[in-house]
T-cell receptor, first 114, second 116 residues
Framework: DTEVTQTPKHLVMGMTNKKSLKCEQHMGHRAMYWYKQKAKKPPELMFVYSYEKLSINESVPSRFSPECPNSSLLNLHLHALQPEDSALYLC?????????????FGAGTRLSVL | AQSVTQLGSHVSVSEGALVLLRCNYSSSVPPYLFWYVQYPNQGLQLLLKYTSAATLVKGINGFEAEFKKSETSFHLTKPSAHMSDAAEYFCAVSKPGTGGSYIPTFGRGTSLIVHP
């Protein structure tokens, strides 16, 4: 099983809402990532968790709050987002970060902020 | 700083024609290089990777890429395009970064259009 599952697939939220994105993998990977992707652009790294600890935060605004409850799950909590935050949010996982490992991506959550 | 440059935001080919997607890298050390494909409404999928073994790397779906140090290139090719190859293709480079972590840096992407 090389699947990374993201839910929901689509999300529409207002600027005052609180919502969460969920990502799950059962490959035993110990590194998990959140990316933001705008249309026709490459993915931009947001956060990296390594062994359930936040190891990289690419200066992401505090309205995005990641959480890694266990080695299989990764959440992204959203609060007071702006319309410019509308994008495809991709989750990925890999065996670890300290070696060249293949990243496996989920299909993404397409977020629209109204 | 490590980076990759993908020449051409769009490449258009006829079905059955050769596919050539260009990627040049800049790195002060031997890089690890990747090609990913993204089909509409999906995440990225690894096509192939170069990790300093053979310079000609074969990937999935009939794609291959050749690492040329003298040209700092890692172009992606496929002898005969299929309609199902229409997608966005990203070249990526990776080397140790913060705390020794290997995090890929993606090129801007090339959209492959296949005409019947």
């Amino acid at each position: 099983d090389t699947e990374v599952t993201q839910t929901p697939k689509h999300l529409v939220m207002g600027m005052t809402n609180k919502k969460s994105l969920k990502c799950e993998q059962h490959m035993g990977h110990r590194a998990m990532y959140w990316y933001k992707q705008k249309a026709k652009k490459p993915p931009e790294l947001m956060f990296v968790y390594s062994y359930e600890k936040l190891s990289i935060n690419e200066s992401v605004p505090s309205r995005f709050s990641p959480e890694c409850p266990n080695s299989s799950l990764l959440n992204l909590h959203l609060h007071a987002l702006q319309p410019e935050d509308s994008a495809l949010y991709l989750c990925a996982s890999s065996q670890e970060t300290l070696n060249i490992n293949i990243q496996y991506f989920g299909a993404g959550t397409r977020l629209s902020v109204l | 700083a490590q980076s990759v440059t993908q020449l051409g935001s769009h490449v258009s080919v006829s079905e059955g024609a050769l596919v050539l997607l260009r990627c040049n890298y800049s790195s002060s050390v031997p890089p690890y290089l990747f090609w990913y494909v993204q089909y509409p409404n999906q995440g990225l999928q690894l096509l192939l990777k170069y990790t300093s073994a053979a310079t000609l790397v074969k990937g999935i779906n009939g794609f291959e890429a050749e690492f040329k140090k003298s040209e700092t290139s890692f172009h992606l090719t496929k002898p005969s395009a299929h309609m199902s190859d229409a997608a966005e293709y990203f070249c990526a480079v990776s080397k140790p970064g913060t705390g020794g972590s290997y995090i890929p840096t993606f090129g801007r992407g090339t959209s492959l259009i296949v005409h019947p």
